[in-house]
Antibody
């Protein structure tokens, strides 16, 4: 059974940093690209970043480019999203998602809430 | 970025109804479209990809159609568990973008 478990969310001040993790199990992790998708409270879905199975290529939304870094450790079946220079508009539930093909997401984690506020 | 516009934003329906949600892309995306269902407090669930391919395990009352710029998600006979918010998403080009969502409520 595919499982994705995010952690690392919490309350952080504007300008601060946070690192999210996503532990994956139930599939051959290194064979699949993965992504982060976020959802601000009461709002719709926004793709944040994607990474290839090898970790060799990453892609970012303009809204986070230069501030967020997406990486993976295939030996630990874990994803990381390093978030720096956080802004109030980054407040959201962050989901990690497994890509079935291109940027189509067939499994999602339960999400972790990031709140950026003073 | 490609803009995805869903209509309607919300509506009420009864169990047993046939319902259709539409999604329009701001430029042609061939068949690179997916549909997701999201219930309150839960992660989205993939229903359909490549415009009309039903994801494994999804009931056959869900169907998708369209190509180019205009797409539709149809639920043939609405069930109680189908009341949720539905999102379309294009994966033709980066960044992948979602529609604003369509909330299906109980009449």
């Amino acid at each position: 059974e595919v499982q994705l478990l995010e952690s690392g969310g919490g309350l952080v001040q504007p300008g601060g940093s946070l690192r999210l993790s996503c532990a994956a199990s139930g599939f051959t992790f290194s064979n699949y690209g993965m992504s982060w998708v976020r959802q601000a409270p009461g709002k719709g879905l926004e793709w944040v970043s994607g990474i290839t199975g090898s970790g060799g290529s990453t892609y970012y939304a303009d809204s986070v480019e230069g501030r967020f870094t997406f990486s993976r450790d295939n030996s630990k079946n874990t994803l990381y999203l390093q978030m720096n220079s956080l802004r109030a508009e980054d407040t959201a539930v962050y989901y990690c998602a497994k890509r079935v093909a291109s940027e189509v997401f067939d499994y999602w984690g339960q999400g972790t809430l990031v709140t950026v506020s003073s | 970025a490609i803009r995805m516009t869903q209509s309607p934003s919300s509506f009420s329906a009864s169990t047993g109804d046939r319902v259709t949600i539409t999604c329009r892309a701001s430029q042609g995306i061939a068949s690179y479209l997916a549909w997701y269902q999201q219930k309150p407090g839960k992660a989205p669930k993939l229903l359909i990809h490549t415009a009309s391919t039903l994801q494994s395990g999804v009931p056959s009352r869900f169907s998708g159609s369209g190509s180019g710029t205009d797409f539709a998600l149809t639920i043939s006979r609405l069930q109680a568990e189908d009341f949720a918010t539905y999102y379309c998403q294009q994966f033709y080009d980066y960044p992948p973008t979602f529609g604003q969502g369509t909330k299906v409520e109980i009449k």
